[in-house]
């Protein structure tokens, strides 16, 4: 384990103001300049009274019906750590990053929308990058899902896939498309480009 101590990652303020406006594809293995500009970028978040989740690096959505959702980087993943962190007055131990940077898998969250409560569970994800095909490690997905609220009187209903998908089986800075099956059949598929995201 990488001892991830305030003097390894101290940097100045003007590295991390650079750093800050450009994003150079999801990166694996952050550099100490990296890791403390994504837990700034956390705590000032929090500062402002921003909650974690609108760190998360988000896709999909163009409209009620299709997927959207978002990736936890591990970039990401610190700035939403020091956010909530932040939000208790508490700051992240060496301990807390490390496990950040050293896990070796990206988290994809999508919502879908269907007919039944029960519409999600066996649904599956991968990723295609190229033409080749990348299987998750592990999928999640809501047993029960949410009447939708933009539907209050419909039988339109939102549920989580939650999967997880190891770095050293797909490219960080390639564009890809996320394919969801509804276990009710057929195929969504969501563009999105690593490169955008750190």
């Known amino acids: 384990m990488k001892d991830w101590t305030p003097a390894v990652l101290g ?9 800050a406006g450009t994003a150079a594809a999801i990166e694996v293995n952050p550099a100490p300049i990296q890791i403390q500009a994504a837990l ?3 705590k000032q978040a929090a500062a402002r009274q921003h ?3 609108t760190l998360y690096a988000r896709f999909g959505g163009a409209d009620s019906v299709q997927p959207e959702g978002f990736l936890l980087t591990k970039l990401g993943g610190l700035s939403v750590l ?9 700051e992240p131990s060496a301990a807390d990053i ?7 898998t990206m988290l994809i969250s999508a919502t879908i929308v269907g007919e039944s409560f029960s519409f999600a569970v066996n649904s599956y994800m991968i ?3 190229g033409g080749a095909t990348i299987k998750p490690i592990t999928v999640r997905v809501d047993g029960q899902a949410d009447r939708h609220a933009e539907w209050p009187e419909s039988k339109k209903f939102r549920a989580k896939i939650v999967a997880t998908f190891r ?10 498309t996320i394919t969801i099956f509804p276990a009710t059949g057929g195929e969504l598929h969501v563009p999105v480009n690593f490169d955008d995201i750190e």
């Open 11 to 19: 940097q100045t303020a003007a590295g991390l103001l650079c750093l």
């Open 40 to 42: 700034d970028l956390g």
């Open 51 to 53: 909650p974690p989740e």
């Open 82 to 90: 020091a956010a909530h962190m932040a939000f208790r007055g508490l």
């Open 98 to 104: 490390a496990h950040v940077i050293e896990a070796p």
């Open 127 to 129: 990723l295609n990058q």
């Open 167 to 176: 770095y050293a089986d797909f490219d960080p800075k390639a564009k890809s």
